[in-house]
């Protein structure tokens, strides 16, 4: 499988991977400009972007991005170990190098933050329509939730509410919401077998307080606390890095 059809595939799995393509490469190196590899979450490099040494510098750089969602252009040159950041650049030295530098753009691929919504009244269909608008990855709710899932914000007024939230708590959703009034979610939240640390995690009245009033306005000021409050998916810890002697 080429490296450009796995990405397709990885793509549509929602995998996050980082896409390394080599764009200049000075003599002596094993690879060429238009060299390709992928950096998965747990360290797994696949195609090539040149030997040992310049595959290790590539994926311990590309786990780094993987988890900040960023992308930059890596130089490897072979010189005594050390790090230079400057904008949009990373500059390595890798005295095990075979005398050639690399120049390789790193591009951080992470699919859209996955949320799940309950519901089928006007604030649920809101809460699809604008998440997509703001390039969220909106779906109903499913059994079980994908590891990936980084909301649930359920607003089925009413309609099998608790089962959810204990579920989702439980499983550690990062963003869990409930759509009601402060006082039929403090009501909803007393009658859940949970923690009372665990029933803190639910934000009820879901969103900020924009006073917003129409089921877009509600959906907005769920999203804007989303936003704000940055939840991820826990990614898998990055291997530390290989060292060539």
């Excluded at 090539?48 to 969602?69: D, Q």
């Excluded at 909803?188 to 923690?195: G, I, K, N, R």
């Excluded at 129409?214 to 290989?242: G, K, Q, R």
Aim: hydrophobic share 40%; aromatic share 2%; with cysteine.
């Amino acid at each position: 499988m080429s490296v450009l059809t796995r990405v397709d595939t990885l793509r549509s799995g929602r995998t996050p991977f980082v896409l390394a393509t080599v764009v200049r490469a000075e003599r002596p190196t094993s690879a060429k400009p238009g060299d390709r590899a992928l950096v998965l979450p747990d360290g797994t490099m696949e195609g090539f972007v040149g030997g040992e040494c310049a595959e290790s510098t590539v994926r311990s750089h590309g786990l780094r991005l993987l988890a900040s969602g960023e992308s930059t252009l890596l130089r490897i040159t072979p010189a005594e170990p050390s790090e230079t950041v400057t904008e949009g650049l990373v500059t390595v030295g890798n005295p095990c190098l075979s005398g050639g530098t690399l120049e390789i753009f790193l591009e951080a691929m992470v699919p859209p933050k996955l949320v799940h919504v309950h519901g089928d009244g006007p604030i649920a269909h809101a809460l699809v329509e604008v998440g997509q608008a703001s390039g969220h990855d909106v779906r109903a709710a499913s059994d079980p939730f994908p590891d990936d899932l980084v909301a649930l914000v359920i607003a089925s007024h009413g309609h099998d509410e608790e089962p959810l939230l204990e579920k989702a708590l439980r499983a550690g959703v990062p963003y869990v919401g409930l759509v009601a009034s402060r006082r039929r979610g403090t009501a909803v939240l007393a009658s859940l077998d949970l923690t009372e640390e665990q029933r803190a995690r639910v934000h009820t009245p879901a969103g900020m307080n924009i006073g917003a009033r129409t089921p877009a306005e509600i959906a907005l000021s769920i999203y804007a606390e989303l936003v704000a409050e940055h939840p991820t998916p826990p990614l898998p810890p990055p291997d530390p890095p290989d060292h060539c002697h």
